[in-house]
Nanobody, 117 residues
């Protein structure tokens, strides 16, 4: 089992930045990958960014956030991060962290990000 807790969301103006954090606990040594997803009102949950465990830490991004968002992970601290720059109103959503472990997927409770002037 893995427990995930997201933090760092809030209200930001268009063009602003936020850094989301995801704290993992439990069987963290077996995590294969960690992802950030988001879900806007009335829309399906969509993957935003992913990072593979291990040296190198391959990453992937949704086209809508490429060049603006950066995912990173500190495996020693059991943390994952999502640095979000040049935020747009369409980035408004609840952001969720997830972790893949031996074929199972665990989710956090989410953190709200609102981009508005």
């Amino acid at each position: 089992q893995v427990q995930l807790v997201e933090s760092g969301g809030g209200l930001v103006q268009p063009g602003g930045s936020l850094r989301l954090s995801c704290a993992a606990s439990g069987m963290t040594s077996g995590i294969n990958a960690m992802d950030w997803y988001r879900q806007a009102p009335g829309k399906q949950r969509e993957m935003v960014a992913t990072i593979i465990s291990g040296s190198g830490g391959s990453t992937g991004y949704a086209d809508s956030v490429k060049g603006r968002f950066t995912i990173s992970r500190d495996e020693a601290k059991n943390m994952a991060y999502l640095e979000m720059n040049n935020l747009k109103p369409e980035d408004t959503a609840v952001y969720y962290c997830n972790a893949a472990l031996h074929g199972l997927v665990f989710w956090g409770q989410g953190t709200q990000v609102t981009v508005s002037s």
